[in-house]
């Protein structure tokens, strides 16, 4: 049986857009598709929500007209962490009257899918080949073969676990919690897939692509620290070796050489000198050779990239550098709590495992043409020097980095290898021998990606078993009652061990007295690290309490605990709905 050439016609003009919406749906499935069963659009997800209800503090202060610069949860102190994408839902919330966890969904759920479907339709147009349109979805699905090293009997078998709370996972691990990392890495992602075209021959508006490159790199320095310094540098490396490529100057190249050999070993006494964030700009001056050349000789590309970039970092740069200059104890407490956080050499590699395998089916294709190669070395040279950084001094949750490079690897690669086979295929006659070596890697690449598959139905069944925050504002609620009762207090209240103050900070913007250790320090941060660890112990320290400046607490009547105050230490029941107690302090 024929098929007609019109019905043929029709079906290579459909299979692009049929392969699109399959990326969109596997988007939906795996952001989504866990939390169908709960709340999925108004609650608040349970997937380690612990950092992340602290920074849904902060679009809820935006929300409802809090401070934004502050502490979140007291209101008090310097908060110097980049939070514009949560600034982003509170204000979302605040124009819609949805409620916050509503907006992070909703926001989150729509960044990635435009992330997928621009690198889908990307992959299609630089191949030709509509099949390439799902391989963003299969960068996103690919996982990091814990299921298949460690066996189902290890609990959390779906991710690598490394010393502390190190963990290495795939994409979609990531992704689910739509907080500012997954925003960050979509913009970043998005930002250098316009770099790759304006990079192309004969791009159709270089120019206009290089300054939304340099945007999207640049805002996220507003939003995550991690991804704006890892997409930076891949910028960095890839630019430089694109010089490198068209120029062919050895002495660029070894100058570019001399510069990253000298820095990476420096490194440790430029940290013990001057600090960590010193030798992070030390490598990054291996890129000045590159950059002088291209200032010198074609100017207007570097600018029109670098000029936008450094204006929409600039915030939280400037922020960043007043609050170091100022000696905040904040800061210099992340920039030192990063210790055991390495990644070792066999774990990493065998993690990474499906990225490395694809990069190499695509780097022994012959006669590739320079835009293509370009990615394929600077991706391997910059996850090396990020994910070693505690090697060479900087020594920043070497972890983190490697999650990083991995989600963009696999998204860049998912652009940039099926174009390499099909413009292989088109000269198979010439370069035959190569191409069963490259089938064979892409084969096994295929079968250990089938075979990881483990992990991603392990994370899927974690996430749908954790669930939801159900926030209800029924009238009656217990959620409804705790709004009422902190609608009008002053001063910073504090809750009894059974009422959760990261979820009443989802309802209030009152302030309360609890913190985040890794994400911003209130002014009497030590008197309330002793109340909290108190608190957890179900025990209530009252000196600690007024040292701390906390003036009303909030009890549970039901609540099992040793946590009683009373006119002995200085709290006198003031108000009390449906088993809530409002405590006022008299001192």
Known sequence: MHTSPGLRHALVRVAPFVGIATSLVVVWWILMGPIMGSDPWTGFRLYFANDQLSYARIATNVANGGPWFSEPFTHTGTSYYPSLWYFTIGLFSAATGLSVPTGWTLLGVGLVSVTIALFAITAWKLSGRWWATITPALAITAGTSSSLLQGPSFEGFWQTRLDHHAVLWGPFATLFTLNAEVAALSLAALGLLAFLLASLPNPIRPLPLLL????????????????????????????????????????????????????????????????????????????????????????????????????????????????????????????TSTESLAVPLVAGLAAAAIP?????????????????????????????????????????????????????????LSVVVPAVFVQWYRRRRHYPRRLPAAYLILTVASSLYVAGLGDLFGFWDYASRQGTITLSTDPGSDQAVLQSLTQDLEGLIATDPCIDPQELGLLTSTPIGYYNLGLAWPTDALALQRFKLARDEGVFDSAAAQEAGISTLITYSGCDSQWKPGPREGFFPLESQQGFLVWQSTR
């Open 212 to 335: 939304t490159a340099g945007l999207l790199i640049g805002i996220t320095a507003n939003i995550q620290t991690y991804t704006f310094l890892t997409s930076f540098f891949l910028l960095a490396t890839w630019g430089t070796v694109l010089v490198l490529l068209r120029e062919r100057s050895k002495r660029l190249v070894v100058s570019t050489s001399i510069v990253l050999a000298v820095a990476l070993l420096s490194g440790p006494i430029v940290a013990a000198l001057v600090g960590e964030l010193a030798t992070f700009v030390c490598v990054m001056f291996a890129a000045l050779p590159a950059a002088v050349y291209q200032l010198r000789y074609r100017p207007q590309p570097l600018l029109v990239l670098l000029v936008p970039l450094a204006v929409a970092a600039s915030p939280q740069l400037l922020r960043t550098a007043m609050g170091l200059l100022s000696n905040d104890p904040f800061l210099a407490y992340r920039s």
């Open 356 to 412: 490395i395998l694809l990069w190499l089916a695509a780097w022994i294709a012959p006669r590739m043409d320079r835009h293509l190669r370009a990615p394929l070395v600077a991706l391997p040279v910059a996850a090396s020097i990020l994910v070693l950084n505690n090697y060479w001094g900087f020594n920043q949750e070497p972890y983190r980095f490697w999650m990083q490079m991995n989600i963009l690897s696999l998204l860049l």
